[in-house]
């Protein structure tokens, strides 16, 4: 690893390393003092869970409700529309409307790395009466544009947001993760202060490898579009929404979209160059945010886990380990609507799985970002999802190749190499640059073991 990716790992395993298990403690106690508003269906009435029928296999996208085959563009526009509302009803809960009225406030422009780059504080202003807003950071090249633009949500605070001279550098001297050290290892876990204020140099540092490579870059604190917590419902925009069921994961993907609102409107983003890339439960997020936001040009979940890439059938207690639909309820409950927990101890009867949020992406790319080694993801889950996914995409006369898959070496993080693999498919998918890389390649599967032999009396 040469000098330029030790500087990179080192700041972008900073970020997001070790997330599972610094977030969950706080998110699983969390008590709701909210009611989930009623279901807001938007087409009919859905059966209750009990009365689904059995799917062992995974859930048809290439037909309608009433049976009907898809053959044409226009059917498929129509199953779209039928898959989002499945999904909505017994997962994700409804959103409201786009707002329609985003804009954007200056706060502060820098220019950074020795003048190579461009960093501005923009405060997002919407809603009704434009009292709802978020804060982004956005760095771009110093020369040149429009660019590609990765709208990357957080775990860390927004570059430049409550940054004092003391705090931004109490930061610079907290300690830097290694590539050699335990971020991405199961040994000691690092704990690290997620709600630090960051100094944008040393968030530009940490992106200078995508900066360099002629990307713009987008970046902003996840919890400003809802808190990660059963209290959710009191934070952010919810109040302002209050006949809506989505569950914070929805609530998570729409304060996305306000970004690509946003960016809309800016003459130094390429519009048909829009990268959504989050790792974990900010994977949940870009994977949702792509599949109903047709604006964002590749999706790239990365280490999504449960609920995420990995499709439901193949994951928890006796199908494959790990992150299940059981685990997900039980912890993160104020992720999805409560329908979906009647899910537990009669999975094939899940309407939908993980393939579902590929299929909406189509045809537009879209990237998993994983590692060999992740405690929480299913390899066999992730292959699954993206199996079932690419008949749509031949459907829709493009390669299947626009569906891509990458693992490296590590554990639960976002290393310097899976942001390598995710810009180098973004370069072939995107922008025409071909690095010969194969994005169809899955971890060996674990040999299966020998039956026990009955020693001889």
Known sequence: MNHRQTRLFNISTVFVATISFGLWASAASAQSSNSVPPTRAAMGTFPDVNDLPVRKEMPEVMTMNDGTKVTTVEQWRQRRE???????????????????????????????LDGTVKYRLVHLKFGPGEKLGFDIAIFTPAKGGPFP?????????????????????????????TATNTATTNSARPRFNFGAPLDPERAAQGFSNQLSRGYALVTYRYTQCGEDNANFRSSSFYPAYPDYDWGVLLGWAWGLSRVVDYL???????????????HSRLGKLTMVATAFDERISLGAPAGSSGAGTGAYR??????????????????????????????????????????????????????????????????????????????????????VDRVGVNYEPHR????????????DFADQQLRGIDHHRRFDRFPPEPAPQAPQQTPAK
């Open 149 to 177: 633009t990765i709208i990357n949500p957080s775990f860390f605070s927004t570059p430049g947001v409550a940054v004092t001279n003391q705090s931004a550098a109490a930061i610079t001297n907290q300690p830097i993760v």
């Open 314 to 399: 193949f994951c928890g207690p006796g199908r494959g380990g790990k992150e299940g639909i059981e685990d997900m309820t039980r912890k993160f409950p104020y992720y999805f609507v409560p329908r979906l927990k009647e899910f537990t101890g009669q999975m094939e009867k899940l309407p939908f799985d993980a393939h579902w949020f590929i299929a909406l992406t189509a045809p537009r790319p879209w990237i998993s970002v994983e590692g060999t080694d992740d405690q929480n993801c299913v390899p066999n889950a992730v292959k699954q999802s993206v199996l079932a996914a690419q008949p749509v995409y031949a459907f829709l006369g493009v390669s």
């Open 264 to 278: 809309e409107t800016q003459p130094f983003v390429d519009k048909n160059k829009l990268i959504a890339l989050g």
């Open 82 to 112: 039928e898959m989002k509302q499945i999904l909505e009803y017994y997962e994700l809960g409804h959103a409201p409307p786009p707002p329609g009225n985003v804009t954007g406030q200056d706060i502060k422009s820098l220019t950074l």
């Open 412 to 423: 639960h993080g976002l290393t310097a190499d899976d942001w390598t693999a995710a810009l």
